[in-house]
Structures are given as C-alpha cells and as structure tokens.
C-alpha cells in the first residue's frame, strides 16, 4: 500500500530583503524585493481584487506596479515596473519574463518610503496530492515590510558666509541644501580628506582644514 500525507499547512515566511526589521534606510533604487518561505509557493494570478501584491509609496499610497518571479521556488521575487508604460498597479500584476521583454522595469525614486501590500490569497503552495493550495495570509497597511531607498544624489552648496571682506578672525560657513555629514572616507588617499583655502592666483593651499575636524 503506497499512501502519502497531502500538505495542510500554510507556507512560512521565514525571510524578505529587505529586512523587515529595522526598517531599512538605504535600499537600493535598482533593487528588487525577495518573500522567501519554507517551502515551494506559486502566485496565484487571477488578475482580480484579492489576488495581488501590490507596493505602495509611503508618501502618497499610490501603487507601484510590479511583476514576479517564482522560479526559484521558495522565492519570490518582485520587479518595480513604470507606472507610465502600465497600466493601474493590480491590473499590471504580471510575470517578470513578460514585463522584461516589454520593457517595463524601472527603478523605484530615491529617498522615498515604500511599503509592501499582499492579497489574501495571492500567494499559496500547491496543496500536494488532489489537495486545494493552502493560501498564505495577507498583509495590509504599512507595518508589515517597509524601507526607503537610498540617497544616490550628492548635496548642494546653498549659500556660504561671508561672501566678501573676510576678516582674519571670521568663520567660513557652508550651508547645503541638505543634511550631511563630513569625515574622512578611508577608502580614498590624499586630498579627499580635506577642505583647502587658496589665495587668488596661487596654486599653493593657504590653509588645508582637515575634513575629520571642520565644522
């Protein structure tokens, strides 16, 4: 007699990138986002409200597009696609070898704060045996994954003070248009380490400020 026992239990999520927790602070723009379980799922496409995954921009809720891949298994991988190339964020729910050679991939905004949405029964194994799927659960709102991409743009001198008639004893004040820190980047030698003052017409520094003290 040859018997063998038919799957009851849901898929366990036992990993994403990025991290659920801490929040991540720098993903990278280009990135795609991985749900990895305990066990072979498949998404289940239907192409109606309950059957989609969805990533939403923290800022507005506005959906971002997305397209999956499920070959390897356990993993599922999510592609951010243009939003201008597709159409609404849950009618666009595609494979990613469809969105690929289309080419609707398209990477997500700097310094933005996203976060995932999942269907109640967008995602299940396949049940085993004769067995219906046992469907994962979803996720709803903004706890569940969240980041925000990192900042690939450098920052802009504002203003400085004072623009003319320094005085001997005056601080020299550089003002950017955002906040950011100054320090030595060890991964680069020599001159990157410091600020220097020329006087006009020299090519000699008057002053070399090292950046690990300026303020």
């Avoid at 990135?31 to 939403?56: A, H, M, P, S, W």
């Avoid at 921009?57 to 397209?67: C, F, S």
């Avoid at 299940?124 to 709102?141: F, L």
């Avoid at 003052?197 to 000699?204: A, H, R, S």
């Amino acid at each position: 007699v040859h018997f063998s026992f038919c799957d009851n239990d849901a898929p366990r999520l036992i990993g994403t990138i990025p991290a659920r927790s801490p929040k991540n602070m720098s993903f990278p723009v280009e990135g795609t986002i991985q749900l990895i379980f305990n066990e072979t799922v498949q998404i289940n496409d239907n192409n109606t409200t309950g059957y989609k995954i969805v990533l939403r921009d923290a800022n507005n809720n506005l959906g971002v597009p997305l397209a999956y891949d499920v070959t390897k298994g356990d993993t599922i991988i999510l592609y951010p696609l243009d939003s201008t190339l597709v159409d609404t964020e849950a009618n666009a729910f595609m494979p990613w070898a469809t969105a690929q050679s289309l080419g609707y991939r398209k990477n997500l905004d700097e310094q933005r704060d996203y976060y995932l949405e999942i269907d109640r029964w967008a995602i299940s194994d396949d049940g085993g045996c004769t067995a219906p799927g046992n469907y994962w659960h979803e996720w709803v709102g903004k706890d569940s994954l969240q980041f925000r991409t990192e900042d690939n743009t450098p920052p802009c001198l504002a203003k400085w003070m004072p623009k003319t008639c320094v005085q001997p004893e005056e601080d020299l004040v550089l003002t950017f248009n955002e906040a950011n820190d100054m320090s030595v980047n060890s991964s680069i030698t020599g001159d990157s380490a410091y600020i220097y003052i020329y006087k006009v017409g020299t090519i000699i520094p008057h002053e070399r400020i090292p950046a690990s003290t300026a303020t």
